[in-house]
């Protein structure tokens, strides 16, 4: 098991940057596939971003690609999305998650993931 804690979540202006992190107890935590959702209100909630149990391999939503950058540090067990150019649409709670791995085909699916956190909000104001 793996329980997850997110932080770094603020109000922050459009254009501006944002760092949230995800910090895991346990130490399994290489051996899980990591990922960021995220759910603004009124709204379903979307993959963001994941990354494979080595780093190697990142995968990202279309909405913030080139934008967002996750990353994974093991030695630590934490997990962090770097967040640039925020638009307004970007305003939600973000949800660091963990699975065991499955394959690609399901590493967007929230309903793949096991284990979850409770949220930071992040707000861009205009």
């Known amino acids: 098991q793996v329980q997850l804690v997110e932080s770094g979540g603020r109000l922050v202006q459009v254009g501006g940057s944002l760092r949230l992190s995800c910090a895991a107890s346990?130490?399994?935590?290489?051996?899980?596939?990591m990922a960021w959702f995220r759910q603004a209100p009124g709204k379903e909630r979307e993959f963001v971003a994941a990354?494979?149990?080595?780093?190697?391999?990142?995968h990202y939503a279309d909405s913030v690609k080139g934008r967002f950058t996750i990353s994974r540090d093991n030695a630590k067990n934490t997990m962090d999305l770097q967040l640039d150019s925020l638009k307004p649409e970007d305003t939600a709670v973000y949800y660091c998650?963990?699975?065991?791995?499955?394959?690609?085909?399901?590493?967007?699916?929230?309903?793949?993931?096991?284990?979850w956190g409770q949220g930071t909000q992040v707000t861009v104001s205009s």
């Open positions: 990354i494979t149990r080595s780093g190697g391999t990142t």
């Open positions: 998650a963990a699975k065991v791995p499955r394959g690609p085909a399901t590493i967007r699916l929230d309903r793949e993931y096991d284990y």
């Open positions: 346990g130490r399994t935590f290489s051996t899980y596939t």
